[in-house]
Each structure stands twice: as structure tokens, then as C-alpha cells.
């Protein structure tokens, strides 16, 4: 498969090693990235891109966010500005499942739960200045990863460390974007409707 092409946006395909990685060794680490941040300046819980650049781990690759599911639709808007010459990776809707939240879950077990999670989803949708792009479903290479839960982890999780994860879920990789100012939007549904996520990026590429 070749990657995606829209106008001056370019979007990696699932079978793209960006930098020498996989498309799910990123998702891997997206989600080791953004265990590790505290709770206080996670972005995650930030509604209008204050904290969206901490602790960002590659020089080649920013991170965005949706939040956490809820009941509520509420879309946060968050305005950002981002240095020219680097890709952007994100997920329209993903889920993760670890030792620590289900210690009695083989790896099977967390590989399975994932799968079942994802099977939930009935909304995955993004726009990029108004032209609609479609999510690529994305498992975490390799499927069981290491991830270390920070104390004070945005998750609410107490029993903290070091611990063995799988994720799957719907994602956009964007190749580096021209300077210019875009409008990035993504909303994502799962549990049958149940539990709604997304966000809506401002973004001035400098």
C-alpha cells in the first residue's frame, strides 16, 4: 500500500517504517510517552494545548491527543504552534490494556482484550481542513510491549512501575506539513456509542 496523498498533506501507510520504525513500534511508543507524563501536565487533561509539547520523546515526531471516553461528546480545542520538518502522529480512537489494571490477564488475555475493545468502535472520523482522512487500524509492534506507569498518572492508576501492555487502535501518521496553519479534527466512538473521544487541533506550522 501506498502512502496516502492529499494535496500538500501526506499520510504514512500501515506498511511505512517511518524513521526506521514501524507504524505500530510508534503507536507503542505514543502510549509509553503519554503514561509517563503526571497527571498535572498531561495533555490528555489539557483542553486548550497548554501542555501539549511536555515531555515529547522523538526529535522526528510530535504527538497529539484526543481525551479520555466519555459519556459527554465535548471536543476540546486546542491551539498550538509547531516547529517546521516533523511528522505528527495521532489516534482517532485507541485502546491499551496492561498488568498493572488486569494483573490476573495473561498476555493472551491482554492482546484479546484490546481486540475486543476496538471491535466496539463505531465512529473514527478526521478531517484536515475540511478534506476527510481515513484512520489506519494500527496494532502496538509488538503486540506485548514494555511500559512504565508514572506515579500520578494521568489514568488514575495507584499500582505504578514497570509493566507489560498491548494496544490497538485507529491512527493518522501525517508526514511533515508545509508552514501554513491547519485545522485537524478527529472524533472517535466506542462501546457502541457509549464512550466518545476526539479533538480539534489549531495548528500553525512555523
Not at 484526543?66 to 504552534?81: D, V
Request: proline share 5%; charged share 20%.
Amino acid at each position: 500500500m501506498d502512502s496516502k496523498d492529499f494535496g500538500q498533506v501526506q499520510l504514512y501507510s500501515e506498511s511505512d517504517k517511518p524513521y526506521g520504525k514501524t507504524y505500530g513500534a510508534w503507536t507503542a511508543m505514543w502510549w509509553q510517552w503519554i503514561y509517563s507524563v503526571p497527571m498535572k501536565i498531561n495533555p490528555l487533561l489539557d483542553l486548550i494545548g497548554k501542555h501539549w509539547k511536555t515531555n515529547q520523546p522523538s526529535s522526528k515526531v510530535w504527538f497529539l491527543v484526543g481525551i479520555f471516553g466519555e459519556i459527554q461528546n465535548t471536543i476540546p480545542l486546542r491551539k498550538i504552534e509547531m516547529e517546521y520538518g516533523k511528522s505528527i502522529l495521532f489516534p482517532v480512537l485507541n485502546c491499551e490494556a496492561n498488568k498493572k489494571e488486569f494483573p490476573n490477564m495473561t498476555q493472551n488475555d491482554i492482546v484479546k482484550h484490546v481486540v475486543d475493545d476496538i471491535n466496539t468502535v463505531v465512529k473514527k472520523d478526521c478531517t484536515i481542513n475540511g478534506n476527510l482522512a481515513s484512520p489506519i487500524l494500527v496494532a502496538s509492534d509488538p503486540k506485548i510491549f514494555s511500559l512504565r506507569i508514572a506515579e500520578n498518572n494521568a489514568f488514575g492508576l495507584n499500582n505504578t512501575g514497570l509493566t507489560q501492555a498491548s494496544a490497538y487502535g485507529y491512527w493518522i501518521f501525517l508526514k511533515p506539513l508545509p508552514r501554513g496553519k491547519y485545522d485537524i479534527r478527529f472524533e472517535g466512538s466506542c462501546e457502541f456509542g457509549r464512550l466518545n473521544s476526539g479533538a480539534n487541533y489549531k495548528i500553525h506550522i512555523l
